[in-house]
């Protein structure tokens, strides 16, 4: 097939399927550093476009073959610059549907109101310095941080699906604090249900490096009252250690955890107080995109 790819078993929504709306070439208006595909100039339009229907069948093939939890729409670059999205998706209302956008588009309104049929929708936000967002990101001219943050904030008021923001985090560009205070600040406004904090675990096309796991959960400290995700494999020294039952509960009424956070950050002290706390009610369980969070009610 060429615009089907998967099933794939997805960290953070499951198993996957897969449709590529540019399978044959990079389309996109980003040439981020950290991108697993060749460095290519950033474009603002998709040329010679497949029609819907030629897409369409191929899903409608696949849907009978496998079984999956979410129907993924990405692209060989950024999915919404396919002109005919919106008749796309019109045709396929019946399936669980995720869009990975670099956001760029977000400010648009026709976007956002087809943006707004989709299930979930992950926009990137990997910085939101001017500055740090050009070097990081390498968008097209045409691009503008600030459009995309009022952008993300309006698509919020409208928005009825889950609304996820991911950051990825790059060593020495978007890996300060001062940078991750000010991502806070601008989360607050955009009130998305999830924040995923990834960093590079694929060859990237530029000579780049990721942070560690632990790194990651150090920025992620500066992100105060979002559910936090932050996809990983690896055994974590990044602990938190000798809670009281307040500081728990303040903790995860600021920051709710994941249960793979639970599981791997709380030392057995802490571990105990919260399966004690979760016995009293003083904890609910909440899922956001296929993750369950433990976030504190009192």
């Not at 500055?131 to 990081?136: E, L």
């Not at 780049?208 to 500066?222: N, T």
């Not at 793979?260 to 009610?281: G, P, S």
Request: charged content about 35%; overall charge negative; proline content about 5%.
């Amino acid at each position: 097939m060429k615009y089907i790819f998967g099933p794939v078993a997805s960290r953070r929504f499951g198993m996957s399927l897969g449709v590529d709306l540019s399978p044959d070439k990079k389309r996109c208006n980003f040439d981020c550093i950290y991108c697993e595909l060749e460095a290519a100039k950033p474009v603002d339009v998709y040329d010679n476009p497949p029609e819907a229907d030629e897409i369409l069948k191929e899903i409608n093939e696949a849907v009978k073959k496998y079984d999956f939890d979410v129907l993924t729409i990405t692209s060989n670059g950024e999915p919404t610059l396919y002109p005919y999205l919106d008749d796309l998706v019109d045709k396929l209302q019946n399936h669980k549907l995720l869009i990975l956008s670099n956001s760029s588009t977000i400010h648009d309104k026709k976007i956002q109101k087809t943006l707004c049929k989709f299930d979930i929708v992950k926009l990137s936000l990997d910085a939101v310095t001017p500055k740090i967002f050009k070097k990081i990101d390498r968008p097209h001219k045409s691009v503008d941080i600030n459009k995309i943050i009022n952008g993300m904030i309006e698509f919020r008021k409208i928005y009825e699906g889950e609304l996820i923001i991911e950051i990825l985090v790059v060593k020495g560009i978007n890996d300060k604090e001062d940078e991750f205070e000010k991502i806070n600040g601008i989360l607050a406004k955009i009130k998305p249900d999830r924040v995923d904090i990834s960093t590079i675990d694929r060859p990237p096309a530029y000579n780049v490096e990721g942070v560690s796991i632990d790194r990651l959960f150090e920025l992620s400290q500066k992100i105060e009252n979002q559910h936090i995700f932050i996809p990983t494999r690896e055994k974590l020294d990044f602990k938190v250690e000798n809670l009281t039952k307040e500081e728990l509960l303040t903790t995860l009424k600021k920051r709710p955890f994941s249960e793979t956070d639970v599981k791997n950050i709380f030392d057995e002290h802490t571990q105990r107080l919260f399966n004690d706390a979760m016995k009293e009610n003083l904890i609910e369980e909440v899922w956001v995109g296929g993750i369950k969070f433990y976030k504190a009610i009192v």
